[in-house]
């Protein structure tokens, strides 16, 4: 006779058992490799078990410590306590093979079919992609339409990478070739050349990397027309017909940014409401260790208890092992060339992995890599990368979404600062300069990219950090401060065992490498000791997206009264300037939906505090340079600042003269640094056009009412200086007149990388030139002349200084004399 096992029922089966736990211990068929749960997955199972009932769970484990098994074991935990139909979430195709490999080799269902019968009974696990979700035409149902599918939970993995994915969504690019293109430039026109109509211009001229953001009450009071533009006889266009349906209602709230290269609108909460299957379901957001938990608010619609109440296992110390390198705080003398050389070396016996954030960048790369791999053909590139024994690859823009463990990368490089992803994060970059929220951004992206090599706690590898402004963003704007906490001790323990090289070479940093790749039995047990007693922290750095994601859903439903009330009163008790200004205007963007005259008032205030801000009605006054210590004093004052770290000095040099290349697409970057540049000479420096909306690029104030009136073309890439470029500098010239009287001295300066006008061009005669050529010799002089001063230990003593500027022909009249042409007319 047969047995019939099925007829002994003891209630133990997959669907029988409720603690995850359990539920693992009966997985019927699971792989050998499952034999049991880790310390880590024990204690985030039972942490979450005892608070299921809630709607809101966010959960923090480090990369490589079992969040796909986690994750899987709850949701089957939901189904089993009837709070399905349950949806597993992730980036992008590529991490849903990885679960679902994962999910069959411990046998628990699931299907990537949303209309899968097994799904609906809730006898199966729904497994796709953020996009499916969040799109325009979502299978799950787009506001009116309601819930098409319901979800009893949603699970959401690789939370911050999604976080990604559903900004894309929800922001509208129109590309210059586009017809809705012009269309929307004669709506924003005539508001657009009231901010500056200088940079309108070159936006007419597609002179890259000119932006202007538009201003609020024009998209508010335009937002029908700005729609009817959009969509009508264009359903087809895949950036209308996805993203217009998650947007239309909403866009009056959104951020409009026009650009020479597009025209885009962004919107800073993302209304999740629009998605009601994934509004009114239970959310568990799983996410690895990552510098900011707060987005997690605006875009996900997380509350801050769920924030603040992360469950995490109770040691942070399951990380994998790593040696960070930063090359430039060893010795700001050292080449990246030299470091290029030193990685061929090593791409000879290990795989190395290079991530930067532009195809210029790239090019650097290109003579030593086996490829370089774009978002198109990254599957392809790394999975032949994967049957090589060794190699450099290079990865443009991907710091997330891609797993490289064990012998996959020994060595991963993150090349230069991360580009910013959108318009508007370069208007905040602009306003918001310094500012830790503008800087938790970037370190959000190089940790990301940090985490690609080392998947699980056995394995290891070296990061090296490159590039003068990635170094100058860790070590002077206080960047390493917003790591989290596991990868602040491991650049800890890392930056103690290289001070031992400092002021080193290539040789000595090899050495260091060679500890890690050889298994170092010392390293090894220093570097897991380290961790030992490691705790997880709620990664809370400020509490703005909090205040903004509350403020929107106010207005939302209808009580925008409640939103000013609040901006109001956040704004008021905001210690940073330029924070202060920025929440006053978005205060000002609510205030104009009830009373347009007060919002101007706010947005007048608003740049008391930050002037880099959008420009009201009536625009601004402009504020005069004054001058009044001399340049020796300004510039030790200026040095000072690094008393205490003349190496930090270094670093912020290299950053600002790195800035100054001819390149298209850095304007802003140049003016930025040319206006730093100004500083460390010790004048007055100030950038009209971009905080007044007229006047020259940067002017300084160089004493002895002798003024520097700039304008910088660095981004030019035509064989002589063009009319509007000529006009731009004669015109500057009748701006500083009409704001300084006749004790003034004015001193035109065009960089530009010509020296030869066009015929049709009419130059003033006292305008001079500085060309690649001049500003080369210049950032030389810079250069020598801090370094000088930093290894005479006397960057205090104000004879030596005022011996180095003109030693170095950095006063005034040598400036102009030795680094400038005089033009021939």
């Known amino acids: 006779m047969k047995i019939n096992l099925s007829a002994v029922n003891i209630h133990n089966g997959i669907y029988e058992q409720t603690n995850p736990k359990d539920i693992f211990k009966v997985l019927p068929k699971k792989s050998k490799k499952y034999s049991y749960l880790r ?100 299978v799950f149902g787009v506001a009116l339409e309601g819930k098409k599918i319901d979800i009893g939970t949603v699970l959401i993995d690789d939370a911050h990478a999604c976080i990604d994915k559903i900004e894309d969504q929800f922001t509208i690019t129109i590309e210059n070739t586009k017809p809705q293109y012009p269309d929307l430039i004669k709506i924003f026109e005539h508001d657009l050349k009231s901010q500056s109509e200088t940079l309108f211009f070159d936006i007419e001229r597609q002179t890259p990397g000119a932006f202007l953001q538009v201003p609020f009450w024009t998209i508010q009071s335009n937002s029908t027309q700005i729609l009817r533009c959009l969509t009508i006889g264009r359903q087809e266009d895949d950036n209308i017909k996805w993203k217009i349906p998650l947007l239309k209602e909403y866009l009056k709230y959104t951020d409009c940014v026009v650009s020479s290269e597009k025209i885009e609108f962004s919107i800073r909460v993302i209304p999740t409401e629009i998605i009601s299957s994934y509004a009114e379901s239970r959310k568990i957001i799983v996410s690895a260790t990552l510098p900011d938990d707060t987005i997690l608010s ?150 990301q990219g940090m985490g690609r090599a080392i998947r699980s706690n056995d394995d290891y590898s070296i990061v090296l950090l490159l590039g003068k402004s990635l170094t100058n963003y860790l070590y002077t704007r206080n960047g390493i401060d ?109 205030q104009n939906f009830n009373d347009p005259s007060s919002a101007q008032s706010i947005l007048k205030s608003a740049l008391a505090f930050n002037s880099h801000l959008l420009h009201p009605l009536e625009g601004v006054k402009y504020q005069r340079l004054t001058h009044t210590a001399n340049q020796a004093e300004k510039c030790r004052s200026y040095f000072m ?90 015109g500057s010239i009748n701006w500083f007149k009409n704001e300084y009287d006749d004790t003034c001295t004015l001193k035109p300066i065009l960089i530009h990388p010509s020296l030869k006008f066009e015929y049709a061009a009419s130059p003033s005669k006292d305008i001079r030139i500085i060309n690649d050529a001049k500003l080369s010799e210049l950032k030389k002089a810079v250069n020598a002349f801090v370094v000088s001063a930093v290894q005479s230990g006397q960057i205090a003593d104000l004879e030596k200084l005022r011996k180095l500027i003109l030693d170095y022909k950095l006063n005034p009249e040598g400036i102009i004399e030795k680094y400038s042409y005089e033009i021939s007319v």
């Open 39 to 138: 310390d880590v997955q024990a204690e985030v199972l039972d942490k979450w078990f005892s608070n299921c009932g809630k709607m809101e769970t966010v959960i923090k484990m480090n990369t490589g410590s079992g969040k796909t098994i986690v994750s899987l074991l709850i949701l089957q935990s939901c189904i089993n306590q009837k709070m399905g139909p349950a949806v597993y979430i992730v980036p992008d195709n590529y991490l849903l093979t990885q679960v679902r490999s994962e999910a069959e080799e411990l046998g628990i269902p699931i299907t990537t079919e949303t209309d899968d019968i097994q799904f609906l009974r809730q006898r199966s696990i729904l497994l796709i992609n953020i996009h499916k979700l969040f799109n325009g035409k979502s």
């Open 482 to 590: 917003f790591f989290t906490p596991a990868t602040k001790q491991q650049m800890k323990i890392s930056s103690t065992l290289l001070e031992q090289i400092h002021k080193g070479t290539i040789p000595d940093i090899m050495e260091a490498i060679d500890l890690v790749l050889s298994r170092d039995s010392e390293w090894i047990t220093l570097v897991k000791s380290s961790l030992i007693g490691l705790k997880y922290e709620p990664q809370i750095p400020n509490r703005y997206s909090y205040y903004l994601r509350d403020a929107y859903k106010l207005s939302w439903k209808g009580h925008t009264d409640k939103s000013i009330k609040l901006l109001e009163d956040k704004a008021n008790v905001e210690e940073n300037n330029l924070m202060k200004g920025w929440l006053k205007y978005y205060l000002a963007q609510f």
């Open 298 to 447: 605006r875009y996900l619609d997380i509350s801050e208890e769920a924030i603040s109440g992360t469950i995490t296992p109770l040691s942070a110390s399951d990380l994998g092992e790593r040696l960070i390198i930063v090359p430039e705080e060893i010795n700001p003398q050292i080449k990246k060339d030299d470091i290029k050389d030193m990685l061929k070396v090593y791409s000879e016996k290990y795989k190395v992995v290079v991530i930067v954030p532009s195809h210029y960048r790239a090019e650097y790369w290109s003579d030593v890599a086996q490829s370089t791999l774009i978002a198109e053909n990254i599957e392809e590139g790394l999975s032949n990368f994967r049957t090589k024994n060794n190699g450099l690859i290079v990865l443009i823009n991907k710091y997330d979404g891609i797993d490289l463990p064990q012998d996959e990368c020994r060595i991963l490089v993150i090349d230069e600062l991360p580009d910013d992803r959108s318009e508007i994060e370069k208007v905040d970059n602009n306003a918001l300069r310094n500012n830790n929220t503008a800087i938790l951004r970037k370190i959000r992206k190089i940790e």
């Open 641 to 730: 600042n690094y008393s205490t770290n003349t190496n930090g000095l270094i670093i912020r040099l290299n950053s600002i003269l790195d800035d100054l290349q001819f390149k298209p697409e850095t304007s802003n970057s140049f003016e930025q640094a040319i206006l730093e540049l100004g500083r460390l000479l010790g004048f007055d420096s100030q950038r009209p056009e971009n905080e007044f909306g007229r006047g020259p690029d940067n002017l300084w104030a160089c004493g002895n009412l002798i003024f520097f009136v700039i304008e910088c073309k660095n981004g030019c890439t035509t064989a002589s200086i063009d009319k509007h470029d000529t006009n731009q500098i004669n």
